[in-house]
């Protein structure tokens, strides 16, 4: 899976969360979060699972994976 990064900043911004709580829920670095939303960066599939739990979402929501 690789993560949609402009999906990943709308979810976090329509609920009004910021990375640091992001990344506090998900135990995953506040800059690679960032590097992950500007599309520098990737996530293991472990960790899209993390931020989808976070976000309230599905891994699918987040990133570039077909929806069943």
Known sequence: MRPHSS???YR???L???LRT???K???NKGHL???ERGLA???DENIRKVADALDAT???ITHQEKP
């Open 16 to 18: 009004k969360m910021s």
């Open 42 to 44: 990737g996530l293991g």
């Open 59 to 61: 891994p699918a929501d």
């Open 12 to 14: 976090r911004e329509a």
């Open 22 to 24: 992001l990344s506090a």
């Open 7 to 9: 999906a990943i900043r």
């Open 26 to 28: 998900t135990g995953i």
């Open 34 to 36: 960032s590097k992950v």
